[in-house]
């Protein structure tokens, strides 16, 4: 059985240690916006203005808009652009960051709503989890507003996690509907179809989690 006192790490006599401090994220304002970033991948793919659209089940003139940042995207159609370019939502949000500790203060934290009023069901997704090639897990907090059209369906690999943090959350996964109280939360295997929005006349917003980065 091992000993139950810690070892203690001794320092050579004169020498001092000083704490690495966390590294405070960039405001969202100076990180690119999602509709130039849009445009970067969708280059680096090779794909036509209708090349994407028609991947992500869109129409020309949306993503148009969206490219040139005179409107924002759902969280919906944010995510069936990363599915057309095989990235996930996160590279959309922000640069990649390999920091050892990334700190957001509350209104620091990437969101594709930075330019305004969301297009569609609303919803809004703010980045809990930086962007980098190497991470295996990618979270958010989602926003969804109340009496607006349902997210999804998605359909991707991986498991999710949740917790309900504000309203009630209306939650159907392979065709089984759950209402989702504020202090619940969930789980379920990401490639189950699964949909989400508000449930009732408030907003919800969940604390919302998963892996690896697919969505």
């Not at 069936?80 to 990649?96: N, Q, T, Y």
């Not at 620091?108 to 809004?124: K, L, M, N």
Request: glycine share 8%; proline share 6%.
């Amino acid at each position: 059985m091992a000993s139950s006192r810690s070892a203690r790490t001794v320092e050579p006599r004169g020498s001092t240690r000083r704490a690495r401090p966390a590294t405070t994220a960039r405001p969202a304002d100076d990180l690119p916006a999602i509709g130039r970033r849009v445009r970067y991948f969708r280059r680096i793919k090779k794909l036509t203005l209708h090349d994407l659209a028609k991947g992500a089940t869109c129409s020309a003139s949306l993503l148009s808009r969206i490219e040139n940042d005179r409107a924002t995207p759902s969280l919906t159609t944010l995510h069936r652009l990363c599915r057309a370019l095989d990235i996930s939502v996160a590279a959309l949000l922000a640069e990649a960051d390999e920091q050892p500790c990334v700190v957001y203060k509350p209104d620091e934290r990437p969101s594709q709503a930075g330019s305004g009023i969301v297009e569609g069901d609303g919803s809004i997704a703010e980045n809990l989890v930086p962007f980098a090639s190497a991470r295996l897990l990618e979270g958010f907090v989602i926003t969804l507003a109340a009496k607006r059209k349902m997210c999804g369906p998605f359909e991707h690999d991986g498991e999710e996690v949740g917790y309900v943090l504000e309203g009630e959350l209306k939650l159907v996964v392979g065709g089984k509907t759950y209402t989702i109280a504020e202090g619940g939360s969930f789980f379920f295997r990401s490639d189950l179809p699964h949909s989400y929005g508000a449930s009732g006349r408030r907003r919800c917003r969940v604390i919302w989690i998963n892996t690896p980065p697919t969505f």
